[in-house]
């Protein structure tokens, strides 16, 4: 097993308590963060080489430092909790057991930056998971850890949770700021972009659970010593939520530069593909991420075994390769069928559309036609050069990346499973095992 | 008759703490947070009396609330039963079976998605990931994560509340005493 530095502990019995956090070394972090300079933290976080674990692995340092600081106007730190890409559970899971952690985080990104109001944007559905926050944030206000000067250092802060109302899109940084706005989840046209005019137009940095979780042992052991953990610019540890079709699904934390394979069959992890069977395809970063069939999963196209890093996992470009994104892995044996899960991540995409930008709006919505119409056992044999080409008009023409994380997963599954496609074209008695489902909304008329 | 749509004290209280968690001037921000509360308080729905009932708290217009309530997934905006069974049919969930427990469901309780029973006690949903896909397949009900299903377990859950006959909503009426 690698390190655990976030996962520490997180067995403890009551280590969601602020008693029992602090008995297990919780709050050491702020204590020194609170003595340094917020300019030294942001150097510590960018020694570290940290890179945003929500999906695009953005270097959070370099963020930080982007931070814009007109005079008198406040900043905020907004924590991005909305945690809705498909096969990514594993924010809710640290949220849930060590929210103290994040609330750390929170506190030392909050000072680092500047900001006096903080805000974690958690997702509506977990209203659960929100309630334990709003204890924990009494709590850490209770011992003196948020409010007016924080442990005796003159610097004070507010920390507020802030519940959505459910909608996929408001995990993009923009849409979320929005919503945290109470408006409708629209994305914004960037530039500018949030470190200049975020929340209520002042200068926000929004960042990830993890991400901000990640500053605790990074302020602990200082950011030269977390980048010794990893490999190249993939520093650090990474959560890694793993699930479908193998033995062992849950949250695991790995050392960046695991070997995929033994992530996947070893049994400190996921312990291989249940049942025996054999691995057909791999997901491995959120249902966003192109998918890649298992020999390419495992090594790359030059035959090299692949790595859990951003830059192994993306070796070969979309051609071979795919992202780390945020960590959904997403595991399908050669039971599943890739077209049909394409479909329901098609249909996924299409519902959660803001409907903004008409590429991504009617894009969606006439791909996951077109697929219905296959696994219906009535495709064209035109139908999957179709598909490409709805795909390749949303990629990069729209406002926002949902349009790309859409598109993606269609261009991928037909690059490397095109056979799988015709073969349920021209004979479409091969589709075993078809229930419709889409029908139950659309019972009277066919889907296409 | 209608009965008025009014707060009672304690979630009032709380809605205007909500309120000042956010900027002067900015207290809009506080929007999503009352309409939870506003389900939880009326029926688990949001009619527009509801609405306009929060517009009025928030001193916006009316239509501010109407554009917010019909954007986001978790806000109804037509009746639902006292329990609303919220079943995961994301990709990952549907790989291990989420479909078999929705059919299911709706053989058992004779509805179909996004159906009412005619008691009145359940509503079907299916509904987007919602980050538990590690233990798949799985169904919210209030603000209650039912993971590891299968047909059997959803029986047992759906008996549970039935016996218990209350409705639940995602911002459960137990923490508004705690937070008090
Ligand atoms: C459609 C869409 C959904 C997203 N969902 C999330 C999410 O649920 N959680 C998250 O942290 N980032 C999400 N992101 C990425 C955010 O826009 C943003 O990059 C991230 O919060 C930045 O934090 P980080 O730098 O710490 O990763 C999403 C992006 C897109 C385009
Ligand atoms: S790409 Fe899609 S989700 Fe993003 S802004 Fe455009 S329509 Fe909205
Ligand atoms: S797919 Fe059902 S919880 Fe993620």
């Known amino acids: ?448 | 008759m209608e009965k008025e749509v009014k707060f009672s004290d304690e979630t009032l209280a709380l809605v205007h703490k909500i309120m000042k968690r956010y900027p002067e001037g900015k207290h809009k921000s506080a929007i999503i947070p009352i309409l939870h509360l506003a389900q939880m308080e009326f029926d688990g729905w949001l009619s527009p009396e509801t609405m306009d009932y929060v517009a009025s708290i928030l001193r916006i217009q009316p239509i501010e609330v109407y554009e917010v309530a019909s954007f986001y997934s978790m806000f109804n905006l037509k009746p639902v039963g006292k329990c609303l069974v919220e079943v995961c049919r994301t990709g990952p969930c549907w790989l291990l079976g989420a479909e078999d427990l929705v059919r299911h469901i709706e053989k058992k309780l004779n509805i179909k998605d996004g159906e009412t029973t005619a008691d009145g006690m359940f509503t079907l949903k299916t509904v987007e990931c919602l980050a538990s896909c590690g233990t798949a397949p799985m169904m919210q009900i209030g603000e209650t994560y039912h993971e590891n299903l299968t047909c059997d377990k959803v029986d047992q859950v759906l008996n549970e509340y039935r016996q218990k006959g209350e409705r639940v909503t995602h911002w459960d009426k137990k923490h508004i005493k705690a937070q008090q």
């Not at chain 1, 506190?107 to 559905?125: H, P, V």
């Open chain 1, 1 to 448: 097993m690698g390190k655990q530095l976030l996962l520490d502990n997180i067995h403890a019995p009551g280590i969601a308590t602020l008693g029992v956090y602090r008995e297990f070394g919780g709050y050491k972090a702020l204590e020194k963060a609170l003595k340094m300079k917020p300019e030294e933290l942001v150097d510590e976080v960018k020694k570290s080489g940290l890179r945003g674990r929500g999906g695009a692995g953005f270097p959070t340092g370099m963020k930080w430092g982007f931070l814009a600081k007109p005079e008198g106007v406040p900043r905020h730190l907004v924590c991005n909790a909305d945690e809705s890409e498909p096969g990514t559970f594993k924010d809710r899971y640290l949220m849930e057991r060590k929210p103290h952690l994040l609330i750390e985080g929170m506190i030392i990104g909050s000072f680092a930056l500047g900001a006096r109001t903080s805000y974690i944007y958690i997702r509506g559905e977990m209203m659960y998971v929100y309630h334990i926050l709003e204890q924990a944030i009494q709590d850490a206000y209770d011992a003196g850890l948020l409010g007016e000067n924080i442990m005796g250092s003159g610097y004070s802060l507010d920390l507020h949770v802030h519940p959505g109302g459910g909608a996929y899109i408001c995990g993009e940084e923009t849409a979320l700021i929005e919503s945290l706005e109470g408006k409708r989840g629209n994305p914004r046209i960037k530039p500018p972009f949030p470190a200049v005019s975020g929340v209520w137009n002042r200068p926000t940095v929004v960042n990830n659970v993890e991400t901000i979780a990640a500053v605790v042992p990074i302020v602990n052991m200082g950011g030269e010593e977390y980048a010794k953990i990893g490999v190249g610019k993939s520093t650090g540890t990474k959560l890694i939520s793993a699930c479908g079709h193998i033995n062992k699904p849950g949250v695991y934390e790995i050392d960046l530069g695991l070997p995929v394979e033994e992530f996947l069959y070893s049994d400190n992890y996921c312990g291989g593909i249940r049942n025996g069977n054999k691995l057909k395809a791999v997901v491995a970063g959120g249902s966003s991420v192109p998918i890649l069939p298992a020999e390419l999963f495992l090594k790359t196209a030059k035959g090299e075994p692949r790595l859990m890093s951003y830059e192994s996992l993306a070796d070969g470009g979309f051609a071979t390769g795919t992202m780390l994104g945020s960590g959904g892995f997403i595991v399908m044996d050669d039971t599943a069928s890739v077209v049909k899960n394409l479909w329901n991540f098609t249909r996924f995409y299409h519902h959660e559309s803001c409907g903004q930008c008409s590429p991504c709006r009617e894009g969606t919505g006439w791909m996951e036609k077109v697929l219905y119409r296959i696994l219906d056992g009535h495709g064209k044999k035109e139908d999957v050069d179709l598909l490409w080409d709805i795909q390749s008009k949303i990629d990069g023409k729209t406002i926002c990346p949902l349009g790309d994380a859409a598109a993606w997963p269609v261009a991928s599954a037909i690059r490397h499973f095109r056979s799988e496609f015709e073969e349920y074209i021209k004979n479409p008695g091969s589709i075993k095992d078809v229930k419709h489902y889409y029908r139950l909304h659309n019972e009277k008329e066919p889907a296409y």
